[in-house]
């Protein structure tokens, strides 16, 4: 583990093995070159691109204009307040909003994050978090974070008199965009190098997963897929079926919509884990 550390390039081997390229990551210093028999590239969209832009030889053409195609989506907000009264208990722990301006969903924390519920158990206020999606990134940063706090007083009237003891507010723009018709092109986590995988949210996964569950699951996969390449076993992964339980149903919605649900794609996720497809994994919902 290197932290502070940037990956300025990666070089395969004909005999097989990586070297990558490192560097620190702020400041002057040295650059340092390390051997490596594999490679997960566990990055965001830019992170990857930027990387393979350093290192012309990994991948093929089509594989790596696959990744130059990856878009971003518009920047998000996640905004956290410490509240010094509690919401109703009748909230839900999560809940996703339509109507509400720019809010898309609102989280209790205290509810089922363990160091929120021990906060507001100590000191009787609670701990919720709001998420605007897709923001327009010439917004007013500032105004906007006001209209989530008075949308959430919509919802939620008791959180209109509560005191703010504490708040954070994270604009980030590191989120895998997935456009319609962009699946066939998103990268999967094999490559036509056996030594080399993707993790991470941009990636295309058959579990129906997204966002950082699909982070966690990907590399999981990646894992598997490199294990099997030394014939080790790896982690069993379980997810929910892929298919309806009524076979009547699913013949009648492969009548009405063949298109979907003859995609090579669509079956059942590999009980293992492991990618089986050789074209690149699911995204942002």
């Excluded at 009237?157 to 994270?170: I, K, W």
Aim: net charge positive; proline share 9%; charged share 20%.
């Amino acid at each position: 583990m290197h932290t502070a550390t940037s990956a300025l390039g990666l070089t395969p081997h004909h005999a097989g093995g990586f070297t990558l390229t490192t560097a620190p990551a702020h400041g002057p210093g040295s650059t340092h070159e390390r051997t490596y028999d594999a490679v997960v590239l566990a990055l965001d969209t830019a992170g990857l691109k930027a990387l393979l832009d350093a290192s012309p030889h990994v991948g093929d053409p089509s594989w790596r204009a696959r990744i130059a195609g990856l878009q971003q989506a518009p920047p998000f907000l996640v905004s956290r307040y410490w509240l010094d009264s509690p919401v109703h208990p009748a909230r839900p722990g999560f809940l996703g909003t339509a109507g509400y301006g720019p809010l898309d969903n609102i989280s209790v924390l205290d509810r089922f994050e363990g160091q929120a519920v021990r906060w507001a158990a100590r000191t009787g206020g609670s701990v919720v978090e709001l998420h605007a999606y897709a923001t327009d990134p010439h917004t007013d940063r500032s105004a906007l974070q006001q209209r989530l706090r008075a949308e959430l007083a919509r919802l939620y009237p008791e959180t209109a008199t509560a005191n703010v003891l504490d708040q954070r507010h994270e604009w980030r723009n590191d989120c895998p965009l997935f456009a319609p018709g962009s699946y066939p092109d998103r990268p999967t986590i094999t490559t036509a190098h056996p030594r080399l995988v993707l993790a991470g949210d941009l990636v295309r996964t058959d579990a129906p997963v997204a966002l950082m569950e699909r982070a966690a699951t990907s590399g999981f996969q990646a894992a598997n897929a490199l294990l099997g390449t030394w014939h080790v076993r790896g982690h069993p992964l379980l997810t929910v079926p892929a298919q309806g339980r009524t076979a009547c149903l699913r013949l009648f919605a492969r009548a009405l919509s063949p298109a979907l649900t003859s995609h090579p794609d669509r079956s059942r996720p590999a009980r293992t884990g492991t990618d089986r497809h050789a074209s690149p994994t699911p995204a942002q919902t």
